[in-house]
Nanobody
Framework: EVQLQASGGGTVQAGGSLRLSCELGEFTFAEYGAGWFRQAPGKQREGIACFSPGPNETYYQSGMKGRFTIDPDNAKNTLYLHMSSLEPEDTAVYSC????????????????WGQGTQVTVSS
């Protein structure tokens, strides 16, 4: 059984929109916070945003709020990532993970990771 499954990636033209899905599987929002990360070739993994179910707070990393929106769906046990006005610089592998969500997303605090899905934005 796949614990974390990211899907929805693909190739889009600049200016387009895309929605990614992260199915939590056997895990629940009651147990863990959940967040989205991305990593471009030759670059470090960076956090996008995360949701903390305890205080029911959403944290966006610098420069991410606006074009990126996360939407936790408790009924479907899924964390969505809505992306719009995509640019070639957004090309990366996008992954979801479970761990401690806060104003700063440290990858060391996330101990369950999905496989990741490729997003390619062409100009």
């Amino acid at each position: 059984e796949v614990q974390l499954q990211a899907s929805g990636g693909g190739t889009v033209q600049a200016g387009g929109s895309l929605r990614l899905s992260c199915e939590l599987g056997e895990f629940t929002f009651a147990e863990y916070g959940a967040g989205w990360f991305r990593q471009a070739p030759g670059k470090q993994r960076e956090g996008i945003a995360c949701f903390s179910p305890g205080p029911n707070e959403t944290y966006y990393q610098s420069g991410m709020k606006g074009r990126f929106t996360i939407d936790p769906d408790n009924a479907k046990n899924t964390l969505y990532l809505h992306m719009s006005s995509l640019e070639p610089e957004d090309t990366a592998v996008y992954s979801c993970a479970l761990g401690a969500c806060g104003s700063v997303m440290f990858k060391e605090l996330y101990h369950y990771w999905g496989q990741g899905t490729q997003v390619t934005v062409s100009s």
